[in-house]
């Protein structure tokens, strides 16, 4: 294998690989603001420079592909003139607003102004301002931040599929835009406050809520689709403020679409049924505690039950509820649910070329490897159940047409809004993706974990627990 040194180290590397890459494979920091593992390299903002012994200029990093015995210094006087130089070049116009900043603590600017750049400024000049455009319903754009890295729009060429991100004008004047300044297409806009390595494009929905550094981040997966993107949970005082993708090469890349960043809204929703309710006759649901709605509830699942269990509940979850139905209620009628027209797993489609999958359960895949077979009620006669008990995790659809085969009650176990639940006799309130751990399986067959990363709210419980409780 060929060998290149870098700041006197010695490193094997594939041929064709440049010295950012294996730099970046051995720990060796190279700052960067143009180049993404993902996108296409363009070698525009000089950041990465590096000194090679007999090359006479100096040369950009991601660019550079390494040679046989190639010697590389990061870290020379001559690159660190050439880092503060560029610092100070693309901090010219920058407005300098951390402080009102959603990007500060997370941005790489900030960060390498304070490694590279010099601690003060020698512009006296009247800083370049942008009028900005709206950009849709994702993105909040602010170009007086921008360093024209050219990344947005490699990742609308690149990635999100459509073209639809450009740069106007040339030089001091140079804008970076949508085609007509239209609202952006892609399902994947939230990736590009990700990606900018300033406050230039930053997520609508995150703006001014919350000081990134004060984020507890939690490793867990987005409960979507079967994709089973890869993502950080970050909250404070049990308030989940924003999911961000992590990165995982098999499954979802760096990405995530925007359907799966910002569903966990509906966990703090304040139509979610968080008490018991139980509805008396024709009633409303009325809250109350866990030990009168067990009492209340339990009488009510007798004879022959129905069992409808979401697809977007864990494996474990599954196997509680199974053996629950064996053991207690004695019945053989379990079956799935989760997405309209998507029965099972072999109907689970690409519903784009990038990640997001026409199943739109997480577990639909785990579900029928369990042995769950899939709810049709076509398939079944009017009146033929006593009671049913439905489970949800909390992105499956809501059932809401069972009342011609359940003679009796319905109570529905785990996530559901009071809006949505008008033929059910009882709410009994599980836990959202964030609020529990366990696995699930995704589209390829590949298990992962959720993980807890808030307390459950209110008076929700685990389904294990409620199980036991109406045992
Ligand atoms: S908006 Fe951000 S990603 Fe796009 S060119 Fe400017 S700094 Fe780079
Ligand atoms: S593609 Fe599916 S799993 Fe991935 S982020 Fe979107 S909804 Fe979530
Ligand atoms: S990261 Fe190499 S030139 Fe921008």
């Known amino acids: 294998m060929p060998k290149c040194i870098i700041d006197s180290k010695e490193y094997e590397f594939k041929a064709g690989e440049t010295v950012i890459q294996i730099a970046d494979r051995n720990g060796v920091d190279i700052p ?25 200029k100096l040369q950009t990093a991601c660019s550079l592909p390494a040679t046989d015995g190639m010697v590389v210094h990061t870290k020379s006087e001559k690159v660190k003139q050439a880092q503060a130089s560029v610092m100070e070049f693309l901090l010219i116009n920058h407005p300098l607003d951390c402080p009102v900043c959603d990007e500060a603590g997370e941005c790489q600017l900030q960060d390498y102004s304070f490694s590279y750049g010099a601690p003060d400024s020698r512009y006296d000049e009247m800083r370049r301002t942008y009028m900005d455009l709206d950009m849709g319903s994702v993105i909040k754009k602010n170009m007086n931040r921008c360093i024209h890295c050219t990344r947005c729009i490699r990742f609308c060429d690149e990635v999100g599929g459509y073209r639809e991100m450009v740069a106007l004008k040339r030089g001091n004047s140079t804008e970076i835009v949508t085609v007509d300044g239209a609202p952006l297409q892609t399902q994947y806009a939230g990736n590009l406050a990700d990606i900018c390595p300033t406050g230039s494009l930053t997520l609508k929905d995150f703006r001014f809520k919350k000081r990134a550094w004060f984020l507890k981040k939690t490793p867990s997966v987005c409960e979507g689709c079967s994709q089973g993107c890869n993502i950080e949970v970050h909250q404070e005082n049990n308030v989940v403020y924003r999911t961000h993708p992590r990165e995982n090469m098999d499954i979802n890349k760096w990405w995530i679409c925007d359907e799966g960043r910002f569903l966990f809204h509906y966990v703090h929703s304040e139509e979610r049924v968080l008490n018991p309710s139980v509805r008396d006759g024709t009633s409303a649901l009325e809250k109350m505690d866990w030990y009168d709605a067990v009492e209340k509830v339990s009488p009510k699942i007798k004879g022959k039950a129905l069992v409808l269990v979401g697809s977007d509940l864990t494996q474990e979850e599954i196997q509680a509820i199974q053996q629950f139905a064996a053991s207690k209620l004695q019945t053989t009628a379990v079956y799935h649910y989760g997405t309209e027209n998507i029965l099972k797993a072999a109907d689970d489609t690409e519903e784009d070329k990038i990640l997001r999958r026409t199943s739109k359960t997480s577990n639909l895949h785990g579900a029928e490897k369990l042995g769950l077979k899939p709810w049709k009620s076509a398939d079944h006669n009017s009146g033929e159940f006593d009671c049913a008990l439905v489970f949800r995790g909390g992105r499956a659809m809501v059932l809401n047409q069972l009342r011609k085969c359940v003679k009796g009650a319905i109570v529905g176990v785990g996530v559901f809004n009071s809006g949505a639940v008008d033929s059910y006799d009882a709410v009994l309130p599980g836990l959202s993706f964030v609020e529990k751990s366990g696995t699930i399986v995704n589209w390829q067959g590949k298990e992962q974990r959720l993980n807890q990363s808030i307390a459950p709210l209110g008076e929700s419980k685990s389904i294990t627990d409620i199980l036991q409780l109406l045992r």
Do not use: I, N, S, W
């Not at 296409?40 to 950041?47: I, N």
């Open 32 to 56: 960067r603001f143009c180049y993404h593992p993902a996108l296409t390299v363009v070698a525009q903002c000089r950041m990465c420079a590096v000194e090679v012994d007999k090359m006479g």
